[in-house]
């Protein structure tokens, strides 16, 4: 099985940088999934992280550990519509393929 | 236009009467689940599909079933609904690719809004 921690809710001013961390254990790693999902809507893809290191895609970058079990989702020039909640989740070798999920960073961006 | 459909997208209904809620992709994507999400808790998979008859239960599967005929589609079956399965319930689709090591995402349907009273 899988443990995964997200914080549970973040502010940040318009313009700012952000990062929301996720922990996670497991016994067999097989990729770590950031979605977007604003509120009443579907998870949207965002990032995919199977090696260590930063993958970075325009305003959004995530980082892995493998050996720390940890990840961070780095949101740079925060705009209003990035209000929404983030979903970090982790798929286990061996099983299903099919990642778990957190229980999502609902992140509150201000003026 | 790749995408999975959810119907009916909300829904309510009264305790113990037999619902279906379907989904369809069009993807000819091997991997299909459900999830449901509520306040505080995420998204829980409910049951998943590897491919066509190959079906197996999630973290919360109890009052729920599956049916895995065709490859595009995978109807979620409340045979009784109460009031605890009042939740937004999400289908997704995925190819098979976790072992290579692909980002293969999966792709989520709109979703479904059931109340049971």
């Known amino acids: 099985g899988q443990n995964i921690d997200q914080p549970t809710e973040m502010t940040a001013t318009e313009g700012a940088i952000v990062q929301i961390n996720c922990t996670y254990q497991?016994?067999?790693?097989?990729?770590l999934f950031w979605y977007q999902q604003h509120a009443g809507e579907a998870p949207t893809f965002l990032s995919y992280?199977?090696?260590?290191g930063l993958e970075e895609k325009g305003r959004f970058s995530s980082f892995l550990s493998r050996s720390k079990g940890y990840s961070y989702l780095l949101l740079k020039e925060l705009q209003m519509k990035d209000s929404a909640s983030y979903l970090c989740a982790v798929r286990e070798a061996g099983g299903s393929y099919i990642p778990t999920f957190g229980r999502g960073t609902s992140l509150i961006v201000h003026p | 236009e790749a995408q999975v459909t959810q119907n009916p997208r909300y829904l309510i209904t009264v305790t113990g009467k037999k619902l279906t809620v379907t989904c369809s992709q069009n993807?000819?994507?091997?991997?299909m689940s459900w999830y449901r999400q509520d306040p505080g808790l995420g998204l829980r998979q409910i049951y998943y599909?590897?491919?066509?008859?190959?079906?197996d239960k999630g973290d919360v599967p109890e009052g729920y079933k599956v049916s895995r005929k065709e490859k595009r589609n995978f109807p979620l079956i409340l045979e009784s609904p109460s009031p605890n399965q009042t939740s937004l319930y999400f289908c997704a689709s995925s190819p098979p690719g976790g072992w290579r090591g692909l980002t293969d995402t999966q792709y989520f349907g709109p979703g479904t809004r059931l109340t049971v009273l």
């Open positions: 993807m000819n994507h091997e991997y």
């Open positions: 497991t016994s067999g790693f097989n990729g």
């Open positions: 992280n199977v090696l260590d």
């Open positions: 599909s590897m491919n066509v008859e190959v079906t």
